[in-house]
C-alpha cells in the first residue's frame, strides 16, 4: 500500500499508485521514496515506514515535520529544532542504534527527513510494556549506544 502523506487526507493507496486517489496529492517523494503506513506522531510532525524505490524497496523513515506551534516565532524555532536534527544525525555518522541520516529536503511546502529503518522496539514502548527502567538498565542503554571509550 502507500500511505497520502497529505496530512488532510492520509488515505491509503494501491502499491503503484503516483498520485492519492482521494486527494490527488503525489505520493513520491523526491521521485524516490514511498510512505507505506504512519508509524508514529509528536510534536514536530508523523512517522512513516516507507521504501525507497531507488534502493529495491529499502525499508526507510520518512520524518514530515507538521508543526503544532502557532505564531511566527514558535514556527521559526520549531523549524530550527526540526533542521538541527538533520545536521545532529549527519554528524553522528555511522551507529547501529541510530538511524542513518539518508536525507533531508523540502517539497510541497513542508520539510522531509528521510532515516534509515531499523528494526526493533523504541525506548517508548519499552517504557509502556516494562514501566520505569531501573538504574542498572539506564547504564545498560547508555553503554549500547555511546562510544566505547565512555565511562558510566
Not at 508523523?46 to 505564531?71: E, H, M, N, W, Y
Not at 511566527?72 to 545536521?87: D, G, H, R
Not at 541520516?101 to 532515516?115: D, H, K, N
Amino acid at each position: 500500500m502507500s500511505q497520502c502523506l497529505n496530512p488532510d487526507c492520509l488515505q491509503q493507496n494501491p502499491p503503484d499508485t503516483i498520485f492519492c486517489q482521494h486527494c490527488g496529492s503525489k505520493l513520491i517523494l523526491q521521485e524516490r521514496y514511498r510512505s507505506v503506513r504512519v508509524i508514529g506522531e509528536g510534536g514536530f510532525g508523523r512517522t512513516f515506514l516507507a521504501v525507497d524505490k531507488q534502493r529495491l524497496d529499502t525499508p526507510c523513515v520518512i520524518k514530515q515535520f507538521l508543526p503544532q506551534q502557532s505564531g511566527s516565532a514558535a514556527l521559526e524555532k520549531a523549524t530550527e529544532l526540526f533542521k538541527q536534527e538533520a545536521f545532529r544525525l549527519r554528524d553522528l555518522g555511522k551507529h547501529s542504534h541510530i538511524p542513518d541520516l539518508l536525507a533531508f529536503f523540502p517539497q510541497e511546502g513542508r520539510l522531509y527527513l528521510i532515516q534509515e529503518f531499523i528494526e526493533g522496539k523504541n525506548l517508548l514502548d519499552e517504557l509502556q510494556q516494562k514501566g520505569k527502567f531501573s538504574e542498572s538498565e539506564v547504564k545498560q542503554i547508555l553503554v549500547e549506544l555511546l562510544p566505547n571509550k565512555t565511562k558510566i
